[in-house]
Every structure is written in structure tokens, then in C-alpha cells.
């Protein structure tokens, strides 16, 4: 580790002790300039690894849901008997970002992550850096800089010759093939067909030679900047391709293009983004997507939705709506007067954010398991989208319900419910320019009979087999503690991650705590750089071999309060001693 320098024990070295007369003014002036020469915490020199990343290195875990069939179920050598010896080994900090986000990628050497605009190999046991590599330098007025956005970095093993890949998406829409040995760019693209609006935040997903991406829209936030025109023209879509050169090989859309409708005052279809990563149905040549909702009227048959695609082609094979006619988009968040691009009355922003599950219940059968922004978790048969079972578990929500994902093994599935309200204006910076200062992004609330907590619900039938609902303090007073982040289960242990900053290790046979970490603390890196943790969000806890990486720090609908811990740039790696 490089020494660390310490500007402050410098700077008193340039003041006059007590009691002795000042230094020359050229010594002060020496130790001034060395000072300034001095790396400063936050530019630490990288501990350089001296080694080479191995070609044919073993996946310990891969993408936001861990696997094709998105279950955040792996084999890892974490248990009840064990977990409760986790200890921090190291952290890594995100230089200037206020977020931290992205499923890592782990090999049995490498641990895969992005770091604000950058994607970045460490070695997975010391934490030394192998690579870094930046996607492209880009901002947007209000709208703000560009980042890997990607809910997971996706590691592509080598193959039949084909070098090892190393994927992820970017904030403006462009994805990125990087060589996993040296970092080096193998293709880049643009993956929508709008370069202001389009962006990717899912994570992809590879079959047999195909790779999946799903495509979501900022329109959903940003039409509020969009005053000259009427909302809302774009829409989401998934793009099958070529992952070792980019080649488009299908695209399905969301919705048709939207045109303008003066009766209604709207553009439309539109809106149906693609949040979550696609699952892989391989018996049924099929790959299933979630959907969200559409932004203005008219509104379509397969917003908040699960969908069922010919993996070959696109088409349709079923839809399963959950949520009719739920048309939202943050203009609905806008002082009157300044909402004419939310339709009246307008939806709840009810979408399936969370990936569908592909699950094999206990007598071999399977199903499509669903979680929605509306508090209920569905059941489907993957043959038709019929429904097999649905359960109510909250109330519903702009940040859930279920919000980023569930977990299961193969007796039941694990779903986090927040029931909490934000105003998603936070994320654009706009609260000097419109309202009153203090009136955009600032409010956050409990739903009318918000049941947040953790969930365990029988894989066959539904049925709850236990429910915990943990509360912390702030300022003296208690709250209910809210999970929005993804869930994990390994073996005999559900991780979850909440947004006040507490990484909990749960029993999945009763719920009993057997672990906990606060993460909410300041830090110092393997490079010597301090950071800080905050909110535990989106990725979520993420177990690989005898480690959990846990990304602290989210900011994208509010900064700390009395339910979040706020703003943080921290990966957290704990180990088994």
C-alpha cells in the first residue's frame, strides 16, 4: 500500500510552534510546494497488480440475477454456521461519485465493477488494480454526467477461441465490449434509436451465442425539461445481438412509434422501459422481460407487464399485465400549472422493475415468478402467462413494493417491500429553477398502510411462510427500516441491504438475524483514498466464493433522511477470516 499523505500535519509544520519563533520563510515556502507535490487522499497512487488476469478463470458469480434464470440464488461457501464470522477486508472508493452502483463480476481472481464512468479490475483477494477503463465523457445540462449505469458488469468466459469479454451499459445509451484480460475496447454501440432519451440501466444477459440488453427511457424523468413539445415519444425495447462484435441480429419494441394525438394533447405510445435484466426460458426457446409503464395516454396492453419472447425472433409468445392504464411520468410530481405532461388522472409508476424469476418448484415443474412496484409477487406459467398464484405483500409505490429484485432457492421465494413514496424530481437538478426551494426532491413518506419488510413466501402456493419488519432510530425517533435494494440467497442465508445503510444476514428458514454491518461510515480504501457509505440500493448484496460485496452509497431519489443514509461511493468487500 503507497504511504499516505497527510496534509494537515504538513500545513503545521508551516506554522510557528508554541512558544518558538516562526520558521524562515523559505522553509515554510519548501514545505508549502512539497505539500501541494504531495498526492492528496483522493489521488493516491493505485496499487498496480504484478501479476496477468488468467484467460480461462472460474465464475463465481455473473450478472445482476446471478444467472440466466435471475434467481440471486448461488453456491458459495457462506452458510448459517459461518456467516456470522464476516469481517471487512477492504473497501474500494468511487473517486467524485455520489453513487455506487453495479452488480460486480467475480472470477476466482478478478472482481469485475464500475466506479462512476469507469469499468475496473481488481484482483478479488488483495484488492490490487489490473485495469481501468473509461466509458465515454459525456453530460447533460440538469440532466448530469454520464456513468456505467449498468445494474451489473456481465463477464463473457473465453470460448472456442473468443477472448473473454467483460459487457456493461452506459447512462446515454451506449454499450461497451471490453477485453477482460487487458481492458482494452473490443466494439462499442449505441443501443437505442434515441440519442438523447435512451440509456441502460439493465444489466445483459448471453445464450448460446446471443446476447440480450434491455433498453429503458430517461423521458420518463426528463420530459418535466421538455417544455416546447408534448409528452412523450420514446419507448423501451430489448436488443438481441452479437455479443462478441455488436450486430444487431433483432430488436423488439416496447411500443409502436408515437404520433401526435390533439385530442389528447399527447404524443403516444410510449414509455414501457426496460429496467430489469431478461431472463433466459431455454426449454421454451423463450427470453422474458418485465415492463413499466406507459408515460401518456393512449396506454397499451403490455405496460406493467411480463413478457414471453421467441428467443429467435422477438415475437410475442404471451403477455401477463398486472397493472392496467397506469400512465406516469415525474411531470405528475410538478407544482400545478408546470404538470401539463402528466395525464389526468394519472397512474402510480407501477412498473415490474425487478427481473421475472425463472423457478423449478420442489416436483420439477416451473414457473415465472414476478415482483411488482404494486406490492403483489405473481406466478405464471411459462407455457402460457396463465396466472398460478398471486400475493399481496404491500401497498405499492414509486420506489415499491417490490422494487429491484427477489431471490429464491428451491422452497420459496424471498421478496423485499418498501411501500415508501419519493418525489423522483430528486434526480434531475432542477429545484432552484421551478417551485419553491426545498419543494422538489426533498419529500419522502410511508404509503397509507405501508407494510415494508422482508418476505418469505412458499414456491408453490404463495402462502407466507414468515415476514420480518425491522425498524432503526433517527433523531430519536423510530422508523421502519426499508429494503428497495435487490435481495441474494446462498445456500441457507438471504442477504439483504436497506436504505438506511444495514446489511443484514438473514435464516431462510425463519428470518433470524445471524450477521449485520453498518455501512454507513466513513472509509479508507486499499488505495489509501477516503470515502463514505450511505444507502444500500439497487444491486444489492452480492456473495462469491467466501466473500459479499456490498455497493453503499445512492442518491438518485433523495439524499439522507430519516429513511436513507444518503449519498456514498463505497464497494464493501467482507470475507470469512
Given at each position: 500500500?503507497p504511504?499516505?499523505?497527510h496534509?494537515?500535519?504538513?500545513?503545521?509544520?508551516?506554522r510557528?510552534?508554541?512558544?518558538?519563533?516562526?520558521?524562515?520563510?523559505?522553509?515554510?515556502?519548501?514545505?508549502?510546494?512539497l505539500?501541494?507535490?504531495?498526492?492528496?487522499?483522493?489521488?493516491?497512487?493505485?496499487?498496480?497488480?504484478?501479476?496477468t488476469?488468467?484467460?480461462?478463470?472460474?465464475?463465481?458469480?455473473?450478472?445482476?440475477g446471478?444467472?440466466?434464470?435471475?434467481?440471486?440464488?448461488?453456491?458459495?461457501?457462506?452458510?448459517?454456521?459461518?456467516?456470522?464470522?464476516?469481517?471487512?477486508?477492504?473497501?474500494?472508493v468511487?473517486v467524485?461519485s455520489?453513487?455506487?452502483?453495479?452488480?460486480?463480476?467475480?472470477?476466482?481472481?478478478?472482481?469485475?465493477?464500475?466506479?462512476?464512468?469507469?469499468?475496473?479490475?481488481?484482483?478479488?483477494?488483495?484488492?490490487?488494480?489490473?485495469?481501468?477503463?473509461?466509458?465515454?465523457?459525456?453530460?447533460?445540462?440538469?440532466?448530469?454526467?454520464n456513468?456505467?449505469?449498468?445494474?451489473?458488469?456481465?463477464?463473457?468466459?473465453?470460448?472456442?477461441?473468443?477472448?473473454a469479454?467483460?459487457?456493461?451499459?452506459?447512462?446515454?445509451?451506449?454499450?461497451?465490449a471490453?477485453?477482460?484480460?487487458?481492458?482494452?475496447?473490443?466494439?462499442?454501440?449505441?443501443?437505442?434509436?434515441?440519442?438523447?432519451?435512451?440509456?441502460?440501466?439493465?444489466?445483459?444477459v448471453?445464450?448460446?451465442?446471443?446476447?440480450?440488453?434491455?433498453?429503458?427511457?430517461?423521458?420518463?424523468i426528463?420530459?418535466?425539461?421538455?417544455?416546447?413539445?408534448?409528452c412523450?415519444?420514446?419507448?423501451?425495447?430489448?436488443?438481441?445481438?452479437?455479443?462478441?462484435?455488436?450486430?444487431?441480429?433483432?430488436?423488439?419494441?416496447?411500443?409502436?412509434?408515437?404520433?401526435?394525438?390533439?385530442?389528447?394533447g399527447?404524443?403516444?405510445?410510449n414509455?414501457?422501459?426496460?429496467w430489469?435484466?431478461?431472463?433466459?426460458?431455454?426449454?421454451?426457446?423463450?427470453?422474458?422481460?418485465?415492463?413499466?409503464?406507459?408515460?401518456?395516454?393512449?396506454?397499451?396492453?403490455?405496460?406493467?407487464?411480463?413478457?414471453?419472447?421467441?428467443m429467435?425472433?422477438?415475437?410475442?409468445?404471451?403477455?401477463?399485465?398486472?397493472?392496467?392504464?397506469?400512465t406516469?411520468?415525474?411531470?405528475?410530481?410538478?407544482?400545478?400549472?408546470?404538470?401539463?405532461?402528466?395525464?389526468?388522472?394519472?397512474?402510480?409508476?407501477?412498473?415490474?422493475?425487478?427481473?421475472?424469476?425463472?423457478?423449478?418448484?420442489?416436483?420439477?415443474?416451473?414457473?415465472?415468478?414476478?415482483?411488482?412496484k404494486?406490492?403483489?409477487?405473481?406466478?405464471?406459467?411459462?407455457?402460457?402467462?396463465?396466472?398460478?398464484?398471486?400475493?399481496?405483500?404491500?401497498?405499492?409505490?414509486?420506489?415499491?413494493?417490490?422494487?429491484?429484485?427477489?431471490?429464491?432457492?428451491?422452497?420459496?421465494?424471498?421478496?423485499?417491500?418498501?411501500?415508501?413514496?419519493v418525489?423522483?424530481l430528486?434526480?434531475?437538478?432542477?429545484?432552484n429553477?421551478?417551485?419553491?426551494p426545498?419543494?422538489?426532491?426533498?419529500?419522502?413518506?410511508?404509503?397509507?398502510?405501508?407494510?415494508?419488510?422482508?418476505?418469505?413466501l412458499?414456491?408453490?402456493?404463495?402462502?407466507?411462510?414468515?415476514?420480518?419488519?425491522?425498524?432503526?432510530?433517527s433523531?430519536?425517533?423510530?422508523?421502519?427500516?426499508?429494503?428497495?435494494?435487490?435481495?441474494?440467497?446462498?445456500?441457507d442465508?438471504?442477504?439483504?441491504?436497506?436504505?438506511?445503510?444495514?446489511?443484514?444476514?438473514?435464516?431462510?428458514?425463519?428470518?433470524?438475524?445471524l450477521?449485520?454491518?453498518?455501512?454507513?461510515?466513513?472509509?479508507?480504501?486499499?488505495?489509501?483514498?477516503?470515502?463514505?457509505?450511505?444507502?444500500?440500493?439497487?444491486?444489492?448484496?452480492?456473495?462469491?466464493?467466501?466473500?459479499?460485496?456490498?455497493?453503499?452509497?445512492?442518491k438518485?431519489?433523495?439524499g439522507?433522511?430519516?429513511?436513507?443514509?444518503?449519498?456514498?461511493?463505497?464497494?464493501?468487500?467482507?470475507?470469512?477470516?
Open positions: 500500500m504511504a499516505r499523505h496534509p494537515n500535519l504538513l500545513a503545521s509544520l508551516c510557528p510552534w508554541w512558544g518558538m519563533a516562526p520558521m524562515s520563510t523559505a522553509v515554510s515556502m519548501l514545505l508549502s510546494l505539500a501541494a507535490a504531495l498526492p492528496h487522499p483522493a489521488e493516491a497512487a493505485t496499487v498496480r497488480c504484478t501479476d488476469i488468467a484467460a480461462e478463470a472460474q465464475v463465481l458469480n455473473n450478472g445482476f446471478f444467472n440466466p434464470s435471475n434467481t440471486r440464488h448461488v453456491l458459495t461457501g457462506l452458510h448459517s454456521g459461518n456467516v456470522g464470522r464476516l469481517q471487512l477486508a477492504r473497501t474500494h468511487a467524485g455520489q453513487e455506487k452502483k453495479g452488480v460486480p463480476a467475480v472470477t476466482d481472481q478478478v472482481v469485475y465493477f464500475s466506479e462512476g464512468r469507469d469499468f475496473v479490475a481488481a484482483n478479488r483477494r488483495t484488492g490490487c488494480e489490473y485495469w481501468r477503463q473509461s466509458a465515454d465523457k459525456r453530460s447533460t445540462a440538469l440532466v448530469g454526467g456513468a456505467v449505469r449498468s445494474s451489473a458488469i456481465y463477464h463473457l468466459p473465453a470460448h472456442n477461441g473468443r477472448k469479454l467483460v459487457m456493461g451499459g452506459d447512462f446515454y445509451g451506449t454499450f461497451y471490453l477485453d477482460a484480460q487487458t481492458g482494452q475496447l473490443v466494439w462499442k454501440a449505441f443501443l437505442g434509436t434515441d440519442t438523447s432519451r435512451h440509456f441502460i440501466t439493465g444489466s445483459p448471453v445464450h448460446q451465442g446471443t446476447m440480450f440488453v434491455p433498453v429503458a427511457t430517461k423521458e420518463v426528463t420530459t418535466v425539461l421538455d417544455v416546447l413539445s408534448a412523450c415519444s420514446s419507448h423501451g425495447m430489448l436488443q438481441a445481438l452479437d455479443p462478441y462484435t455488436g450486430k444487431i441480429k433483432w430488436t423488439y419494441h416496447t411500443t409502436a412509434n408515437a404520433v401526435y394525438d390533439a385530442k389528447l399527447f404524443k403516444g405510445p414509455g414501457v422501459s426496460l430489469g435484466t431478461p431472463t433466459i426460458d431455454a426449454a421454451r426457446n423463450a427470453v422474458v422481460i418485465g415492463t413499466a409503464q406507459n408515460l401518456s395516454p393512449p396506454t397499451t396492453a403490455n405496460s406493467d407487464a411480463v413478457i414471453s419472447l421467441d429467435s425472433t422477438g415475437k410475442v409468445r404471451w403477455v401477463f399485465q398486472a397493472t392496467a392504464k397506469d406516469w411520468n415525474a411531470a405528475c410530481l410538478m407544482p400545478k400549472g408546470l404538470d401539463g405532461h402528466c395525464a389526468v388522472p394519472g397512474g402510480k409508476d407501477l412498473d415490474f422493475g425487478a427481473p421475472p424469476i425463472l423457478a423449478t418448484l420442489p416436483d420439477g415443474t416451473q414457473a415465472i415468478v414476478a415482483g411488482s404494486n406490492g403483489v409477487v405473481y406466478s405464471l406459467n411459462p407455457d402460457t402467462g396463465a396466472l398460478n398464484w398471486q400475493q399481496r405483500l404491500g401497498v405499492g409505490s414509486t420506489l415499491g413494493g417490490i422494487h429491484w429484485g427477489m431471490a429464491i432457492d428451491r422452497q420459496r421465494v424471498y421478496a423485499a417491500v418498501t411501500d415508501l413514496w418525489n423522483k430528486a434526480r434531475l437538478n432542477v429545484s429553477l421551478i417551485a419553491a426545498g419543494t422538489l426532491g426533498a419529500d419522502i413518506h410511508e404509503e397509507v398502510g405501508a407494510r415494508p419488510g422482508i418476505y418469505a412458499d414456491l408453490r402456493t404463495g402462502e407466507r411462510v414468515w415476514e420480518r419488519h425491522d425498524t432503526h432510530e433523531d430519536g425517533v423510530r422508523y421502519n427500516s426499508m429494503y428497495s435494494a435487490a435481495l441474494s440467497v446462498t445456500n442465508v438471504l442477504f439483504a441491504g436497506s436504505l438506511n445503510g444495514i446489511v443484514r444476514a438473514l435464516s431462510t428458514q425463519d428470518g433470524q438475524e450477521w449485520r454491518a453498518d455501512t454507513a461510515v466513513a472509509t479508507l480504501d486499499v488505495h489509501g483514498v477516503p470515502g463514505q457509505g450511505g444507502s444500500i440500493d439497487s444491486a444489492g448484496p452480492v456473495p462469491a466464493g467466501t466473500d459479499l460485496y456490498v455497493n453503499s452509497g445512492y438518485s431519489f433523495g439522507k433522511n430519516a429513511y436513507q443514509a444518503g449519498e456514498g461511493n463505497t464497494l464493501f468487500v467482507f470475507r470469512l477470516p
